[in-house]
């Protein structure tokens, strides 16, 4: 599976943005998807995922309430919906694809795409 991550940008605190993952060669069946995020000199950290086959979601405590990830099988896409978007959100966003294991593990994650900056401006 490729993954190709867009949409990120430079915005105020306040702003939304929507980030989009898709996938090429394969379709995300069989995989569930997940949002990672990377601030210079720090850990990658989990941000979303969601589940392969219940519709389960699952958030980081600092995005809960303020960022939603969906998907949409007919474009092969996962998004991340961002609003309220706060300074301490910037990073670089990365979308992975994972079979089995934890959601919260990047290690879990068996594709990664190439990530995309998200720039918030107090």
């Known amino acids: 599976v490729q993954l190709q991550a867009s949409g990120g940008g430079l915005v105020q605190a306040g702003d939304s943005l929507r980030l989009s993952c898709v996938a090429s060669?394969?379709?995300?069946?069989?995989?569930?998807v997940g949002w990672f995020r990377q601030a210079p000199g720090k850990e990658r950290e989990f941000v979303a995922a969601?589940?392969?086959?219940?519709?389960?979601?699952y958030y980081a405590d600092s995005v809960k309430g303020r960022f939603t990830i969906s998907g949409d099988n007919a474009k092969n896409t996962v998004y991340l919906q961002m609003n309220s978007l706060k300074p301490e959100d910037t990073s670089v966003y990365y979308c992975?694809?994972?079979?089995?294991?934890?959601?919260?593990?990047?290690?879990?994650?068996?594709?990664w795409g190439q990530g995309t900056q998200v720039t918030v401006s107090s």
């Open positions: 060669g394969r379709t995300f069946k069989g995989y569930a």
């Open positions: 969601n589940a392969k086959y219940d519709g389960s979601t």
């Open positions: 992975a694809a994972r079979r089995t294991g934890s959601v919260y593990f990047k290690g879990s994650y068996d594709y």
